[in-house]
C-alpha cells in the first residue's frame, strides 16, 4: 500500500489552565498542525473503485456561460461532492495512530470548515485532478 504525508493546519481545543475558571472550562481553540498520512488512490484496489466513481460526480460540465465567466464545455467543482469527497477521504483513507495524527486530530479537522476547505482544495489540486486525468486522459483541467 502506497502513502503519502500531507501537513494539515486545524482549529484544535487546547487545554489551558491559567484560563480555567468556574465560569470556564479552559479549553481554548488554537492552530494546531499535524502531519497525516494517507493512503494513495489505487487504480487497481477494488475497495476504492466506488471512490472512484464518485470523483466522476466531482465534476459538472457547464451548458452556457454563467454569471462568473465560465464558458460552454468549462469543467466546474461541485463543491457540495467536494466536501463529501473529502470528509471520504480523511474518514477512509486518513492512517490514524497515537503518535501523528490521531482519532481526535481526525475528528478536530472535519469540524474546521477551514481546515476542510484547504484540504480539499488540496486534494483537488494535487491527487484528484491527476488521478481522474490517468482514468480519463482526455479531460483537460
Not at 481554548?28 to 494513495?40: G, H, S, Y
Amino acid at each position: 500500500m502506497n502513502t503519502f504525508k500531507k501537513e494539515i493546519t486545524y482549529l484544535g481545543k487546547t487545554f489551558d489552565q491559567s484560563i480555567m475558571s468556574d465560569t470556564h472550562d479552559g479549553f481554548v481553540l488554537k492552530p494546531v498542525t499535524k502531519l497525516a498520512t494517507f493512503k494513495e488512490l489505487d487504480q487497481t484496489s477494488r475497495e476504492q473503485h466506488k471512490f472512484h466513481f464518485r470523483l466522476v460526480t466531482f465534476y459538472t460540465t457547464l451548458q452556457k456561460k454563467d454569471d462568473f465567466g465560465s464558458k460552454e464545455g468549462e469543467i466546474a467543482l461541485d463543491t457540495d461532492e467536494a466536501y463529501d469527497l473529502a470528509v471520504e477521504f480523511i474518514n477512509k483513507y486518513a492512517i490514524c495512530d497515537e503518535t501523528e495524527f490521531t482519532n481526535r486530530d481526525r475528528e478536530e479537522v472535519l469540524n474546521d470548515a477551514g481546515a476542510m476547505i484547504s484540504l480539499s482544495m488540496w486534494l483537488a489540486k494535487e491527487k484528484f485532478f491527476p488521478f481522474f486525468q490517468v482514468l480519463m486522459p482526455s479531460l483537460k483541467v
